[in-house]
């Protein structure tokens, strides 16, 4: 059977579509769409006229190059295994670049489609995720990383912001059906709520980045006065009310005033030593935890009490158990001795084996406790020089430990294979022991392109983000503003292209959305 225009055109627009739903749902869709793309691209023929294009385009040949340095940069690396496998992670780096704006143009009609496709896939799994934490929520072990059920976690939180911009997009558009409007709108405010359900902290950061930055860019878009009242007051006070929100749980997390510590008891009331560090000065709940604490008396009532016994066990998220009992009796204001574990219920002691270090977790709102784990954090860096294991603070080190190799190699960088050889080995270098299961890579995408490739291929793809603003109208459009506030902020925090997932997210989008963009009506300015 000889294919026409119109079956390729239907296989271009189902692997668009494969790879929409693919992105929250399922890899296997991802790769089943993506090589569709390529298959069909070829045997659409035509190429001498497409590659004409294609040297013609500095803005593709420039998305192109971000691939080509990973095979130029084979030349100077030595694992080969490693660089192939990130070579073929990285293929819709090359893939979509040339796919995309090579084929007919996207009608605006296409277009939706496939951003409705993706869309619709997300608030389907929103819905999914959200019975899931309904249904576990209540588990001592629940981890809120656990209601991502198709992809990861913070790879999906991005994908909800980009379907959140879609949402509000469409809203600002729809000109003659007001239900349609509505409709829009109600799904966007969901997706808000759901980025923090979610608990992402990448995915609220760059939900608020890009609600605010929206909201300044669409400001003089508003006709209505009332609607320009609003949104200028929005864009007031919405930094004082983060500011305030932050400024009330620090405050309330140290105690107002320090403890006399010159009377503070020696003895429990079963007449056991206590032991107290007046110089470790870590907080739980506003309660200092290395304060009051009798390990005689802990050790006897909790080997009564569970079979995870006081010294030699770890809780289930492998950390020391007898560490985990302090940090919870301390954040119950409960001294740490026999009175103490007896004032713990059943429940409370399942939370404790289950890893849970603080009662908080087990009740309080989910935002209140992720700002609260963060200044927990901070302060532990800043009282004690630790970072290892915890999520936040942690990439501090990461980022230091990037540099140092960054400082090292800054012209051409390690090459596309040996990066994390080149990571391993600063980590033994490193005045500080660090952990075999935290010695991870940059968490932050531009880092990684630096050590990779130099500062020369780290040029190359901040050119690949700056040329677009600057030549292309589509760059300057609502959605395409969005997107690239969501995607190059986490970039900021995460190693947002070293996974299938997320090379993918970026590849696609940022093609689709600066070439198929230019299908849409002219007159609406801020349209996607």
């Known amino acids: 059977m000889i294919l026409n225009e119109t079956h390729h055109r239907w296989l271009f627009l189902i692997g668009l579509c494969l790879v929409a739903i693919g992105l929250p749902l399922s890899k296997a869709f991802i790769s089943i769409g993506g090589i569709t793309l390529a298959v069909n691209f070829l045997l659409e023929g035509n190429l001498k006229a497409k590659f004409r ?7 593709i040949l420039l998305l192109i190059s971000v691939f080509l340095m990973h095979l130029v940069a084979l030349i100077w690396t030595s694992d080969f295994g490693h660089a192939l496998k990130d070579i073929r992670i990285k293929l819709p780096l090359l893939l979509f670049p040339i796919i995309i704006p090579l084929s007919k143009p996207l009608s605006k009609k296409e277009l939706h489609l496939v951003l409705g496709v993706f869309t619709s896939t997300v608030l389907l799994t929103s819905f999914l995720s959200t019975w899931e934490y309904f249904q576990t929520k209540d588990n001592p072990s629940f981890d809120f990383r656990s209601i991502s059920l198709f992809t990861s976690h913070i790879r999906y939180a991005l994908m909800v912001c980009i379907a959140y911009l879609i949402l509000l997009n469409l809203a600002w558009n729809e000109k003659s059906n007001e239900s349609a409007r509505v409709s829009y709108i109600l799904l966007a405010v969901w997706l808000s709520i759901f980025v923090f359900i979610l608990q992402s902290m990448t995915g609220i950061v760059a939900w608020l980045l890009c609600s605010y930055l929206l909201l300044i860019y669409t400001l003089s878009y508003i006709k209505i006065s009332v609607f320009r009242i609003i949104s200028l007051t929005v864009i007031t006070i919405a930094p004082l009310i983060i500011g305030s929100y932050i400024a009330f749980h620090v405050d309330a997390f140290y105690p107002n005033e320090q403890p006399d510590f010159s009377e503070l008891k020696t003895e429990t009331a079963g007449g056991a030593h206590y032991d107290h560090d007046t110089n470790n000065l870590m907080l739980e709940n506003g309660h200092y935890i290395n304060i009051n604490i009798a390990n005689y008396e802990l050790e006897k009532e909790w080997n009564q009490r ?3 016994t006081f ?10 158990i007898n560490a985990t009992i302090i940090r919870y009796l301390t954040s119950k204001g409960l001294t740490k001795d026999s009175v103490g574990i007896n004032a713990l219920t059943d429940q409370d002691i399942l939370a404790i084996e289950n890893g849970v270090a603080n009662v908080r977790f087990l009740y309080g709102n989910p935002i209140d406790n992720r700002v609260y784990t963060v200044i927990w954090e901070f302060d532990r860096m800043m009282n004690e020089k630790r970072v290892q294991g915890h999520s936040v603070t942690q990439r501090f080190l990461f980022w230091k430990t990037g540099f140092n190799i960054f400082k090292e190699n800054w012209l ?7 990066i994390n050889a080149s990571y391993e080995k600063m980590y033994n270098q490193s005045d500080t022991e660090v952990n075999k299961k935290y010695r991870l890579r940059a968490h932050n995408q531009f880092l990684a392109f630096g050590v990779t490739f130099g500062v020369l291929g780290l040029s190359i793809f901040l050119l690949s983000i700056i040329l677009p603003f600057i030549t292309m109208k589509s760059a300057n459009s609502f959605l395409y503003i969005g ?13 947002t292209l070293e996974t299938q997932t997320g090379v993918t997210l970026y590849a696609f989008f940022n093609v689709l959305l600066l070439f198929g963009i230019q299908a849409l009506s002219e007159d609406d300015s801020t349209s996607s």
């Open 412 to 418: 051409f960088g390690t090459g596309t294979g040996d």
């Open 306 to 308: 569970s079979n995870l």
């Open 311 to 320: 010294w030699d066990s770890l809780d289930r998220t492998q950390q020391p």
């Open 53 to 59: 294009t294609l040297i013609s385009s500095p803005i």
């Open 483 to 495: 997107f690239a506030i969501v995607i190059y902020a986490s970039m900021l925090n995460e190693d």
